[in-house]
């Protein structure tokens, strides 16, 4: 019986995979390189190569809704055949005909496990690198622009309660991989004295810890916002944080990251004490975490409801499964926002469509075994 069912499974499955990353792949990837090949002069043998690297993204993204079609549109076939029927007389259980399929999903899960964590945050972050060479190769490449990091520090007040206050603000225009160009510096993490500094460019010193200026002016002002000093200088040294630093090497896309790389990320920003940054961070690593686990969701739904006794056609089928997918993906979206937002947990925020879907996959599962 397994061996049948996995045999009807399979070729669905495929057949979804290919479909569902072709269709993506289009609508993302082949419109945008074509609008770039004809406006601005894109090799067709980069754009090849671009396409191949976002494909690894749309198998990712595939393989759960491949799996929901691949279930739905099976156990529907043998329902409306009356296989099922046929199983449950000679005293196969709705469970143990479903576990063939929840047990796939768990393969798949693990395929999708390591296409999203090895496969395609790499893809993704060579193709977005392919892209920028090839259409910048007159120019200098920057490896980051607009370099913004706020410090804050808690202060505890005569009534016991803390606010927080902006200590250092760190800015530069740009970041070539050496050095940061256009910088504007606030320091007030000194008491009795404020400083401002402007400077053409800076390099991290890592042998003495510190930053090295070029080519720029410190201004001094007191507490009370009275001037105090003007001091221009060719090099001069500051002892400030490397964060900034750390944030233009690492700063990447988060579909570029896998969840290491994503958790280092979140210790960098969390210096920073951006906490709407924070809590994106945190929703995407859930995220990631998460995303895996529908392909086990989508399974054991898919076959729940194919397995409602019924006569359906493919096309109905597949017309559930793309009711149920849009379904889906609104939860995830309107719940990582929430999550993004505050209003209910990280990990709820990427969770909590999972939770639905499986409640609804165990209650329609419960009520055909009832019948």
Same mark, same amino acid.
């Given at each position: 019986m397994d061996r049948y069912l996995a045999s009807e499974l399979l070729p669905v499955f495929f057949f979804g995979v290919g479909a569902f990353s072709s269709l993506g792949v289009t609508i993302d990837a082949v419109f945008d390189l074509v609008r770039k090949i004809v406006e601005s002069g894109l090799p067709i043998d980069i754009a090849i190569q671009v396409f191949l690297l976002k494909l690894p993204n749309f198998i990712v993204l595939?393989?759960?809704?491949?799996?929901?079609?691949?279930?739905?549109?099976?156990?529907?076939?043998? %329902?409306?055949?009356?296989?099922l029927i046929a199983l449950r007389g000679c005293g196969v259980?709705?469970?143990?005909?479903?576990?063939?399929? =929840?047990?796939?999903?768990?393969? =798949?899960?693990?395929?999708?496990?390591v296409f999203n964590e090895h496969i395609a945050p790499a893809a993704n972050y060579q193709a977005?690198?392919?892209?920028?060479?090839?259409?910048? %190769?007159?120019?200098?490449?920057?490896?980051?622009?607009?370099?913004?990091?706020?410090?804050?520090r808690e202060n505890l007040q005569p009534d016991g309660t803390k606010i927080k206050i902006l200590i250092r603000l760190f800015y530069a225009d740009q970041f070539d991989g050496k050095r940061m160009k256009g910088l504007t510096i606030i320091d007030r993490s000194t008491e009795g004295v404020n400083q401002i500094v402007v400077s053409e460019s800076a390099r991290w010193n890592a042998s003495q810890n510190v930053w090295d200026f070029y080519n720029?002016?410190?201004?001094? =002002?007191?507490?009370?916002? %009275?001037?105090?000093?003007?001091?221009?200088?060719?090099q001069q040294q500051l002892k400030l944080p490397r964060t900034p630093l750390s944030l233009a090497e690492k700063s990447r896309d988060y579909g570029e990251m896998n969840i290491g790389e994503a958790l280092e990320q979140l210790e960098v920003e969390r210096l920073g004490g951006d906490r709407q940054k924070i809590r994106k961070l945190q929703v995407r690593i859930q995220q990631k975490i998460s995303l895996p686990f529908v392909c086990v969701v989508f399974g054991l739904?898919?076959?729940?409801?194919?397995?409602?006794?019924?006569?359906?056609?493919?096309?109905?089928?597949?017309?559930?499964? =793309?009711?149920?997918?849009?379904?889906?993906?609104?939860?995830?979206?309107?719940?990582?926002?929430?999550?993004?937002?505050?209003?209910? %947990?990280?990990?709820?925020?990427?969770?909590?469509?999972?939770?639905m879907f499986l409640g609804i996959g165990?209650?329609?599962?419960?009520r055909v075994a009832k019948r």
């Open positions: 595939a393989f759960p809704m491949s799996t929901l079609l691949a279930t739905l549109m099976t156990y529907s076939r043998l %329902s409306s055949d009356s296989e259980s709705v469970y143990r005909m479903v576990l063939t399929a =929840v047990m796939l999903s768990l393969v =798949v899960t693990g395929m999708t496990f977005a690198n392919t892209l920028e060479q090839a259409l910048k %190769s007159d120019k200098p490449i920057l490896k980051q622009q607009n370099i913004f990091y706020p410090e804050y720029g002016t410190i201004y001094l =002002v007191a507490p009370d916002r %009275s001037y105090r000093n003007i001091l221009r200088f060719e739904v898919g076959a729940a409801m194919g397995s409602i006794p019924q006569r359906t056609g493919r096309g109905t089928s597949f017309g559930i499964s =793309v009711i149920v997918i849009f379904s889906y993906y609104l939860i995830f979206f309107i719940s990582g926002a929430m999550g993004q937002a505050g209003v209910i %947990s990280p990990f709820m925020g990427a969770w909590l469509p999972n939770f165990a209650f329609l599962l419960m």
